[in-house]
């Protein structure tokens, strides 16, 4: 069972940047894929961004991609979320999730997640 904890959201005006973390423990942390999603008010819960378990294949949604970017440190089994030229429309709670049997970025993106964390709260101001 892994355990994940996110942090760094909070509120900044569209254009500024902010990172996000997402501290892993339990299990072999260090061994799968990790990954973020966002849930915004009224909307279902979105794909953003996951990076292999290897740290060299990275995967984004279209929303995000040459904004965001996703990277780990495998040694504080960390994985983090750079999110630059930020947009009211990412305005939403941001989670991180992981799964032991997970370890690529495709298989990631067609896990199905059943357990979700509190999240970190980003608010993008116009």
């Known amino acids: 069972q892994v355990q994940l904890v996110e942090s760094g959201g909070g509120l900044v005006q569209a254009g500024e940047s902010l990172r996000l973390s997402c501290a892993a423990s339990g299990g072999a942390s260090s061994t799968h894929a990790m990954g973020w999603f966002r849930q915004a008010p009224g909307k279902e819960r979105e794909f953003v961004a996951c990076i292999s378990y290897s740290g060299l294949t990275t995967y984004y949604a279209d929303a995000v991609k040459g904004r965001f970017t996703i990277s780990r440190d495998k040694a504080k089994n960390t994985a983090y979320l750079q999110m630059n030229s930020l947009m009211p429309e990412d305005t939403a709670v941001y989670y991180c999730?992981?799964?032991?049997?997970?370890?690529?970025?495709?298989?990631?993106?067609?896990?199905?997640?059943?357990?979700w964390g509190q999240g970190t709260q980003v608010t993008v101001s116009s």
């Open positions: 999730n992981a799964d032991p049997t997970v370890l690529s970025t495709t298989a990631y993106v067609q896990h199905v997640f059943e357990s």
